[in-house]
């Protein structure tokens, strides 16, 4: 099975993206779903979004937008990924290697992209980075 490694390079600026390059962000919604799916607080670990090569696709079976939630949760429901990895990787931004697998709605389970799409655009990412919060004085 084919892997695409990953690494967490420094965060862009959001307002000028490099063509291609999305900002995904994490809604209240997602945010809910997050801490349910990784039993943890997930607005204290303070991720607002998430990098990806495209723009957000919405789901066909519901409507929902796809997002960070949909990636983990794909990881987990197939067991690439367990909780406590899932946490680590978000919190420290450190390597891994991840198996290509389609993305799913989390929601209604209809799938977003199949198992290539997605790994073609790993490959051109560097998986999911991470958005520091924007913080106004």
């Given at each position: 099975m084919a892997s695409v490694s990953t690494t967490q390079p420094a965060n862009p600026d959001p307002n000028n993206l490099p063509e291609g390059?999305?900002?995904?962000?994490?809604?209240?919604?997602?945010?809910?779903?997050?801490?349910?799916?990784l039993k943890t607080d997930f607005p204290a670990m303070r991720i607002t979004g998430t990098y990806v090569v495209g723009p957000q696709i919405k789901c066909e079976g519901c409507g929902k937008l796809s997002g960070l939630d949909d990636f983990i949760s794909g990881a987990l429901?197939?067991?690439?990924?367990?909780?406590?990895?899932m946490i680590n990787a978000l919190e420290t931004g450190g390597e891994n290697n991840t198996p290509a697998h389609k993305l799913e709605c989390c929601v209604c389970g209809k799938t977003f992209l199949e198992r290539n799409s997605i790994t073609a655009m790993a490959k051109q990412t560097s998986w999911i980075d991470f958005v520091s919060p924007m913080i106004s004085m």
């Open positions: 390059v999305y900002l995904w962000p994490v809604d209240k919604d997602q945010s809910d779903r997050l801490s349910a799916m429901k197939y067991g690439i990924h367990d909780t406590k990895f």
